[in-house]
């Protein structure tokens, strides 16, 4: 027993030595403590921000986006707000009250919003408040502008006045693919929709720090951390057919007073969407871009209609329930499903599957599917789900969903989605389904891409100090999505909707389009025309072999053609032979396809050598490189293919040739002149206003380009 009792006594001996170390260790540290946060404490917080005052935030530069050509899209550039500093130093009261006339003429010739009296009295009021920041501009602005101010009469004697620089974004091409593009809450806060939202973590960037210092007698900026400006997006969206879309598509709006409207230009074998047009109609009567309908509809799915015909016979007709030639009874125009009448636009009598296609007969396709899957609905659904109609396309912009098409067994429990007898019949004809016009427009491109199903995309290329960091190619959704055989004959029926059926008015003299209108009645369960509708045609062309698919949906149109043929297929119309007439290649003789390929050789633009020769690299191009220096340089084709000289490096004070480069080298060599540029048209420089090798003084404030 002495024995464990020595032991215990042993333990807390060692216990008590460890908590006698530890209280050693643990009480300075509480010491040490409290005298930092109570007695040292107003020290450490008056050095703590202090060194917060010394530090300040460099901001980055947002990413620009371009078209796939190259055109400027969206950019930020530098803006400034004009302060008078009454605190300064050497501002003394009789230097002001001598200037302050002469300021005042001045600021109101200038801003032009406040008389010479005005502006004085502002002043003044300022001067006797003492104020540091007192706003002299209520406008931004811009770099030449800021330069200009900095010698007006009383701050080209006295630094009395402080320049708070901004970043603004600007559209060079103004509303082009503006709801594409997409907006900001504000440059530093980011993207409010379109691709500024979808892509705002690339575009954004992150800002720097710097340490403000005292250096020789004045303040400067030491930077602790560099700003990492934010990455370029390429999108594939072409600046030429974008143009068309916007164009054609106003201008039919416009004469049918429709209330809105979107299309869409897709690449068949790539996937890449060449433009999206969306408008909506003002007060006033004009068309602005605001709601993205190509993916959202009018905020929600609607039943696309007869467009939907197209799903429903590549179903049939894989399934071999009906042939192009099968007769179908559809009566005087009106049948009765199941206790409700369903109606065609007119009476058809006995027609072949074919003909019903073209004349848009929604009793026979019914009549087709009901009779062919009533006793189980659920494989045609499934097979509908087979074409991958409801699979998420994926398109880059927000709020971007995957279209509904109910299912009788799997939405069984969902009350929102009731079954009825009568779903299966109207489901045929395109009602009771929410489908996405980008769906729709998916959907025909894989039937005009020999039946793979490539998804939509908007990204070509993110690059980053000129480089490529990443591309974006094509993407197989779901490939063979029928038979060639079904294709083959889906494609035939769709050229004969343009040629004889409800469609006529896309038929185009210079080429065969393949499509099939779509018109949808707010309320379907009745014969009654109103204005209500939703107007749609999509398809491809050329019909033999394709290279677009387009999409043109019209609500709500209240006077003149009210149809989807006369409506939305004359834009498609429209919108693709004006693609046609500025696309050669689709119209070269075949004679000529294998002509000597130095011919064909890419029309490349003039500008930095650094990008240009990595892209001629990257394309594998007979490309033939200077072996002089310089950072600029102009490019050639003969007979041997592309070959570069070098235009040498441009002198600071003069205006340099920019003819022949693109918008974004020519932006570049320009404001970093401080010239302001005013740009008209899309391509390369064919024409600048002031000649090359002019020295750039204070009267020259403005450069003009003439794109093309």
Request: aromatic share 8%; proline share 4%; glycine share 8%.
């Amino acid at each position: 027993m002495a024995g464990k009792s020595d032991g215990k006594d042993q333990m807390r001996l060692r216990a008590f030595i460890v908590l006698g170390l530890l209280a050693l260790f643990v009480i300075p540290c509480c010491v040490a403590m409290y005298m930092t946060m109570q007695v040292d404490g107003p020290t450490w917080r008056s050095l703590s921000q202090k060194i917060k005052n010394d530090s300040v935030v460099v901001p980055q530069v947002r990413g620009s986006i371009y078209a796939s050509g190259g055109q400027l899209l969206a950019s930020s550039i530098p803006v400034y707000v004009l302060y008078m500093d009454f605190k300064a130093a050497p501002l003394k009261r009789d230097t002001f009250l001598a200037k302050v006339d002469s300021l005042s003429n001045v600021l109101s010739e200038f801003n032009k919003d406040r008389t010479p009296a005005e502006y004085k009295k502002y002043l003044m009021e300022g001067f006797k408040k003492g104020s540091k920041y007192y706003k002299i501009c209520r406008r931004e602005l811009s770099y030449v502008e800021m330069k200009q101010v900095k010698q007006f009469p009383l701050f080209n004697k006295v630094k009395c006045y402080i320049f708070e620089e901004r970043v603004k974004r600007i559209r060079p091409y103004g509303d082009m693919a503006s709801r594409t593009v997409g907006g900001l809450y504000a440059v530093d806060k980011g993207g409010s929709s379109g691709i500024e939202m979808y892509c705002d973590s690339l575009l954004k960037g992150r800002p720097g720090l710097a340490k403000t210092v005292k250096l020789a007698g004045a303040w400067r900026n030491i930077s602790e951390l560099d700003a990492e400006n934010g990455s370029d997006i390429v999108l594939t969206i072409d600046a030429n057919i974008q143009d068309i879309v916007d164009t054609d598509l106003r201008n039919r709006l416009a004469m049918s007073e429709a209330e809105h409207g979107c299309a869409a230009v897709m690449e068949v074998a790539t996937g890449e969407i060449k433009a999206i047009s969306n408008l909506t109609r003002t007060a006033s009567g004009d068309y602005t871009e605001q709601v993205n309908y190509l993916v959202a509809g009018q905020g929600k799915a609607l039943d696309p209609g007869s467009t939907f015909k197209i799903a429903s016979a590549v179903v049939a007709l894989e399934a071999g329930v009906v042939d192009t030639s099968t007769i179908i009874d559809t009566g005087n125009g009106a049948w009765n499903f199941y206790g409700q009448t369903m109606h065609d636009s007119h009476p058809n009598g006995k027609i072949s599957f074919n003909r019903a296609i073209q004349q848009s007969s929604n009793i026979a396709m019914a009549k087709v599917i009901d009779g062919a899957y009533s006793k189980k609905p659920e494989a045609f659904i499934d097979a509908l789900y087979d074409l991958g109609l409801v699979m998420p396309v994926g398109l880059e912009v927000p709020g971007v969903k995957a279209s509904e098409i109910k299912h009788p067994i799997l939405d069984k429990n969902d009350k929102t989605k009731p079954w009825h007898k009568t779903s299966l019949p109207w489901i045929a004809h395109g009602y009771e389904t929410k489908v996405y016009p980008i769906q729709t427009l998916t959907f025909y491109n894989a039937l005009a891409n020999g039946g793979d199903m490539v998804r939509p995309h908007l990204l070509k290329e993110i690059r980053r100090n000129g480089e490529v960091v990443k591309s974006f190619g094509t993407e197989v959704l779901k490939s063979n999505i029928c038979s060639k055989g079904t294709i083959d004959k889906v494609r035939q029926m769709m050229i004969d909707v343009v040629e004889y059926g409800t469609a006529t008015a896309a038929k185009s003299k210079f080429f065969k389009i393949a499509g099939k209108t779509g018109t949808a009645n707010q309320t379907y369960h009745t014969s009654k025309i109103n204005s209500r509708q939703q107007l749609t045609f999509c398809g491809f062309f050329p019909a033999d072999k394709p290279k677009y698919s387009i999409i043109v949906v019209a609500w709500y149109p209240h006077k003149g053609a009210m149809g989807a043929g006369s409506l939305s297929g004359a834009t498609f119309r429209d919108i693709a032979e004006h693609i046609y007439a500025q696309s050669p290649s689709m119209h070269v003789a075949p004679a000529m396809e294998k002509t000597d390929a130095s011919l064909f050789d890419p029309v490349t633009k003039d500008g930095g050598r650094r990008e240009l020769e990595h892209l001629m690299d990257e394309l594998k191009i007979n490309y033939r490189k200077s072996d002089d220096k310089g950072m600029w340089i102009r490019t050639h084709v003969d007979e041997k293919g592309i070959h570069e000289t070098v235009e040498g490096d441009y002198a600071r004070d003069r205006v340099p040739n920019v003819i022949g480069m693109g918008l974004k080298d020519a932006l570049f060599l320009l404001e970093n002149r401080g010239l302001k540029v005013v740009v008209e048209g899309a391509g390369a420089v064919v024409k600048q206003s002031l000649d090359h090798g002019r020295f750039i003084s204070d009267d020259v404030k403005e450069i003009h380009l003439v794109l093309r």
